[in-house]
């Protein structure tokens, strides 16, 4: 067997060795694994589940793990980890593996004595009983049940499990003691966060012998934390108490426990003036005072001199806290949504370290001292947006990544300094009033430059070179004139490119059409005229989810298979991701959108178009679009928008458009429609607009029913 692998100095056989030699080593480590008797228990546990079902509207990342054991294949137990040693399972990594149903008392999970490891979050049992069993593997240290729906009191049965050293609760809906606790000695991480927990936070829990994190956030803990007198022997480094109901003074009490190193406060139901003199943390580093009324400042800050991160955004500050004056280590401190006006004090940049400093939302309109009084900090990101700054740009330091000043009335130039900031990554202009022209520089590193909403004419300058960083371009809504820089096609890692509503004149740039990254281009309201068609340069656009191109004097007509060999995001039906929640994640993963409305495009639609199955809104409205409306559409079927109103399209409206469930919104007035409006809740639903102004059609959401007074259909369906 070994013989292929004698030393014969060849690729192939160097490789047989590597693969001999690994499969040597898999088979004799698997020899005394995994235990027989732990392969039938964890089949046995399988089969109380034997239909793992996903809801993946809850938990995107489901994974029906136990399907993949089977006892055929001892290596493919999915979230399993037996010990290499004796071959009992330690591990039992469960989080979202879509098991539902009941877990009983007698599963055979509570056989798995040796387990040190046991992760069941993001599944749903139908009755929180279990939890009592679980006193029965006592040789857990990590057990994490998050977002499982367990209700009512955390079992006593959880004390018995003394080597415990992490475990996770949060996103339940417990409430009650957390006496069953205590007796844990060796607990080094609490995670409680999100249930209902109420009354006040025990000392016993806050000192337990070896605890060094505790989040309890979002629970309606409410007692005043005055009444709290915890030894200072607390090992506790992180308490995080953000959104619950403390009234009274909430820094003071917590400060005797005295080796914090973060503390998160924020969101509490306290009008008591936070006093930052006489406080007793030594260690302190992050602090998070976030959403609480902060009325009166202290001018000097006691404590802990290592303070690297303050939070004091949403506090109803007015005035600029001076005590930070004092805070030699801080690196981040956001400040963000107070009611901070006038002059940003120059003192702030010289804090030695500071590194991010966030102003937004406040009423600030000016800095003390020159332009460059910046020009020495530390900084590497600042965020000035949403305040009353007006006149011209700071001169900012060499270091600095992110510049956020959108939403304020700089005005003048934009400086040219910004083309030698060789580490800026981020700069939003965005809605001010800088006039002149856009910068004829950009530095390599910048990956997205925001100059929308302001006055700025002439041309884009031709800058953009190959190596450049530029994911985002937006210049919309300037007066900006001329062509667009053909330098554009050298920035291949453009994702989007905005130039909306400026006087640009151009033809249609099939020369983008290769940049392998563009997501999404909106030239709509310019002057771009002539064809979007071009037999030497069909249209490819690898990464295209959004093209508009409305609003400008693009012309001729499109052939039959215009759209066949378009983006994949576009003709790619999206695999099962239902999962999506946040309607961000949803716009940047799968949202797609073609506007090709307001041009003076002819001939018949592209029949193509049904190529495009996970189109979202597709808008054609205000051209000169004739012939049929296309059956293809009935194959867009996550189609949720559809406007072709005002072209001459004739004909009937073809009835397998009925089928598209997801239609919200449809316009077809303002055609040469005749016939017969397809049924369905999608059409009937409707306003009559939508279909008026067009030669003869019938059906509802219109009042002409389709049968005229001989009972003879106007037209056939
Ligand atoms: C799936 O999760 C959603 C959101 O939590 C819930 O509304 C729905 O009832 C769940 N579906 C099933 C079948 O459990
Ligand atoms: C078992 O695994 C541990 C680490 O998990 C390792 O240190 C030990 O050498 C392994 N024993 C054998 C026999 O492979
Ligand atoms: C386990 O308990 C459930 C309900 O208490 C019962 O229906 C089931 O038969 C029991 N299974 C075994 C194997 O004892
Ligand atoms: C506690 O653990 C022991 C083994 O250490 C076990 O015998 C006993 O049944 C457990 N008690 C509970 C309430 O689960
Ligand atoms: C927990 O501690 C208390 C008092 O220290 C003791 O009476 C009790 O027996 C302990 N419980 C367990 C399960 O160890
Ligand atoms: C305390 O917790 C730490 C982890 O934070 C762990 O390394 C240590 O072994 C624990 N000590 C005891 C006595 O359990
Ligand atoms: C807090 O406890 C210390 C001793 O642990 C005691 O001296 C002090 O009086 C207590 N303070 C309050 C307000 O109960
Ligand atoms: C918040 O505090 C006020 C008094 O300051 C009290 O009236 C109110 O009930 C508290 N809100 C909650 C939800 O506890
Ligand atoms: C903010 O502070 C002002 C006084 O400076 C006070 O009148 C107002 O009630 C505070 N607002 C909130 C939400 O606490
Ligand atoms: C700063 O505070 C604002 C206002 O609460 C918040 O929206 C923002 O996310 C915070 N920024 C950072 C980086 O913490
Ligand atoms: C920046 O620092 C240099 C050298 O430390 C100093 O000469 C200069 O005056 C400083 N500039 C500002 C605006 O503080
Ligand atoms: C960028 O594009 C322009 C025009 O297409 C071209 O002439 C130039 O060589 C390119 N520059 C670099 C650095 O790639």
Known sequence: MVKPCLPVFSISSFLCCVFLSSFFVNTLVSLSLPRPDQIEILLAFKNEFPFPKCNFSRWAYSNPRTNSWTNKDVNSFDGVVFDNETGVVTKLELYGACLSGTLNANSSLFRLHHLRFLDLSYNHFDS????????????????YLSDMGLDGEIP??????SRLTGLRLSDNELSGSFSPLYNLTKLSSLIVSKNHFSGNIPCSLLTMPNLSFIDLSQNHLSDSLETMNCSSSSKLERLFLGYNLF?????????????????????????????FVSLAFKSLENLVLSGNSISRLNTRWSGSPNLRSLYLDNCNITEFPTFIKDLHKLEFLNISDNRLKGEVPEWLWNLPSLSSLLLSHNSLDSFEGSLEVLL????????LSWNAFRGSLPIISPGLGFMLASNNNFSGDIPLAL???????????????????VPPCLSKSVEALNLRYNDLMGRLPDIFNKNGS???LDVGYNQITGKLPRSLANCTSLEILNIESNGITDTFPFWLKDLPNLKII????????????????PLSFPQLRIIDISDNKFSGSLPPNYFANWSKPMIKMPEDNKGLKMELEKILTSYTAIDFSGNRLQGEIPESIGLLKSLFSFNLSNNDFTGHIPSSLAKLTRLESLDLSRNQLSGNIPQELATLSFLEFIDMSHNKLTGRIPQSTQFAGQPKSSFEGNIDLCGLPLQETCFKGNGAPTSQI
């Open 522 to 537: 909106v030239l709509g309201s310019n002057r771009f005229h002539g064809p979007i068609y071009s037999p030497q340069h």
């Open 376 to 383: 020495n900090s530390s900084l590497s990101a600042i965020d």
């Open 419 to 437: 083309c030698n900031q060789s580490y800026l990554r981020v700069l939003d202009l965005s809605r001010n009033n800088f006039s002149g022209s």
């Open 470 to 472: 530029l994911r985002l």
């Open 156 to 161: 006593s049965s959880i004390s018995n499990l």
């Open 247 to 275: 009234s009274g003074p909430i820094l003071e009490p917590i400060s005797k426990l005295s080796n914090l190193k973060s503390l998160d406060l924020s969101f509490q139901n306290t009008t008591y003036p936070i006093n």
């Open 128 to 143: 929180s009983s279990f939890l009592t069993e679980l006193g029965r593997l006592s040789n857990l240290e990590f057990l």
